[in-house]
């Protein structure tokens, strides 16, 4: 595959996967406001697996940037912005495990399921403090909503379980995707290490 061909292929896989994350981003389960739980990440987790960090951050971006422009929820984006920061913060830590494994682990199992757990801890514990002296802030701000300080600790705390569900089911949902999007990408989208986290075909046992 040529480098235009490929940077082509690039921009079109791209522009879908942040259309599919725009879209995913509608089918969301809302907790306290303005935090709310979608798996439009997955988008954002397969554009960093295939194009690096800059590829997932565009996607992560781009649905971000739609929903605000199509839905006002009268919090004047913040909830869209946490949700951006959230999604950074679960798979730029996936994205650089997996990175750093690949030079010693060959087991495709262990290559997914590590950067999965490493992605969900650090979800977890640096939204707990973002939170804290972030969003519940800038929420009461944009909003004209107060909150405690005790109330702010005491809701960013009873996000802690709800962001491991979060993570365990993006990473879910990605381990079931993730031996057929390796297939797709060594098929149709990347030529030898045009997209070096895909593990090629003839690696894994079992993909046809």
């Known amino acids: 595959m040529s480098k235009s061909s490929f940077r082509v292929r690039k921009i079109v896989t791209l522009a879908i996967l942040a259309a599919l994350g725009s879209a995913l981003m509608w089918v969301e389960i809302p907790f306290i406001p303005p935090f709310k739980f979608d798996i ?117 705390s009873s996000f802690i379980p709800l962001n491991i569900i979060k993570g365990s089911g993006l990473s879910l949902v990605f381990l079931l995707l993730s031996f057929r999007l390796d297939y797709i990408a060594t098929k149709y989208l990347c030529d030898e290490g045009e997209c070096p986290l895909i593990i090629n075909k003839s690696q894994v046992k079992g993909i046809k």
């Open 40 to 156: 439009s990440d997955t988008a954002v987790i397969v554009a960093m697996v295939l194009y690096g960090p800059i590829g997932g951050i565009a996607v992560a971006l781009t649905k971000s940037l739609v929903h605000i422009i199509i839905i006002s929820a009268g919090d004047f984006g913040v909830g869209e912005m946490i949700a951006f920061v959230a999604s950074i913060s679960y798979s730029l830590p996936f994205y650089y495990t997996m990175v750093l494994l690949r030079k010693s682990i060959k087991n495709p199992f262990l290559l997914r399921i590590i950067p999965c757990v490493i992605g969900t801890v650090f979800l977890t514990l640096f939204m707990f403090y973002f939170n804290i002296y972030v969003s519940f802030p800038l929420y009461s701000l944009a909003t004209n909503t107060p909150f405690t300080k005790d109330e702010i600790i005491t809701f960013s």
